[in-house]
């Protein structure tokens, strides 16, 4: 690629620090080799859960505060999502980025608060909704005084238990703003697949990504742990951290 991708990868929720350092070491090796911006993402909160005995994360006032040693220690740049309006101003004051979870993206009160932080805000198009749907959500924010907006796609839902992706999404998408990033995890959902929980196949997250860079994305969002089969949280579709490089390797070859 002509300019380097925006990169976005980290676990699915915080589950310790140990995972969430784990995870910062390799991040800031891959760029410290390729000379590429990885921003580090981790949930505090993961209210989306499909049973109400999921783990969810140790909340914001925990969270913040892990993430916000992540920043100190390592360098990294940081994303994470926001499900209610009172949580953007003191999630901004430790994240770049503040992410709207795809089933949230028409939440007006949400994308207002979110927008009046002044950092930037990754919008993530929800499974019932087309790219060219996106260009209301993008109002809202820079109706707010945001011009800072990225859009993310995720797949759409078109029957139970599976997501398809229609990559002219992403074209669509770009209209309304130059960054416009591939999930190239939850994409390979299965959601609600498996009793309760969300299924996935991993495998395919690296098609995902050359699929999505030649429909002309510009950022991709992966999900990594050390141990996906053992995450607390969207496991099955996680990439393994050790494969991180090979895949963010092979976006950047021209």
């Known amino acids: 690629m002509k300019d380097k991708p925006v990169i976005i990868a980290g ?5 310790s620090m140990e995972c969430l350092s784990t995870v910062a070491e390799e991040l800031v090796r891959i760029n410290r080799k390729y000379d590429v911006d990885i921003i580090f993402k981790s ?3 993961k209210a989306n859960r499909t ?6 994360g140790p909340g914001m006032e925990k969270g913040l505060q892990m ?6 220690k390592y360098g990294l ?18 994240v770049d980025v503040l992410q709207i979870p795809a089933f949230l993206c028409r939440q007006t009160d949400l994308l207002v608060a979110a927008a009046r932080t002044g950092k930037t805000i ?4 929800a499974q019932f909704l ?16 945001n011009d800072n907006v990225w859009l993310t796609e995720r797949g759409n839902m078109y029957g139970y238990n599976n997501l398809v992706v229609d990559f002219r999404n992403i074209a669509d ?3 309304y703003t130059n960054i416009v990033i591939m999930d190239c995890t939850h994409s390979v959902q299965r959601p609600g697949a498996i009793g309760g929980r969300t299924g996935g196949n991993r495998e395919f997250v690296p098609a995902m990504a050359l699929a999505a860079k030649a429909f002309g994305a510009t950022g991709f969002f992966f999900e990594v742990h050390p141990d996906p089969d053992h995450a607390l949280s969207d496991g099955p579709n996680m990439l393994c951290l050790e494969n991180l490089e090979s895949v963010v390797a092979s976006l950047l070859k021209d």
């Open 77 to 94: 740049r940081l994303l994470s999502d926001i499900h209610e309006s009172h949580q953007a101003q003191p999630v901004a004051q430790v």
């Open 130 to 145: 087309s790219g060219l749907d996106m260009e209301y959500p993008v109002e809202k924010v820079r109706q707010s005084g």
């Open 51 to 56: 049973s109400i005995g999921s783990f969810r």
């Open 43 to 45: 949930s505090f909160d």
């Open 11 to 15: 676990p699915c929720v915080i589950e």
């Open 67 to 72: 993430l916000s040693d992540i920043k100190s």
């Open 122 to 125: 990754n919008i993530k198009k």
């Open 173 to 175: 998408m770009k209209r």
